[in-house]
């Protein structure tokens, strides 16, 4: 079981703005792409998890006997 107190752990929130999308169309190569045949669609983003302090973070060994 574990047990995870108040502040043990910090995340970054999204609401920044941190996460984008990215949109090329098609012939956005350029003489690379003479055809316009390809297009492209991708994302990323950043996201941090870390533990702040260990102390406030417990694992409960239960055992049924």
């Given at each position: 079981?574990?047990?995870?107190?108040?502040?043990?752990?910090?995340?970054?929130?999204?609401?920044?703005?941190?996460?984008?999308?990215?949109?090329?169309?098609?012939?956005?190569?350029?003489?690379?792409?003479?055809?316009?045949?390809?297009?492209?669609?991708?994302?990323?983003?950043?996201?941090?998890?870390?533990?702040?302090?260990?102390?406030?973070?417990?694992?409960?060994v239960?055992?049924?006997?």
């Amino acid at each position: 079981c574990p047990v995870i107190a108040k502040n043990a752990y910090g995340v970054v929130s999204l609401d920044g703005g941190n996460a984008s999308s990215i949109v090329k169309a098609f012939g956005s190569a350029g003489t690379a792409d003479p055809l316009n045949q390809r297009a492209t669609v991708g994302w990323k983003m950043w996201q941090v998890a870390r533990i702040l302090n260990d102390l406030f973070i417990h694992v409960i060994v239960c055992t049924n006997g």
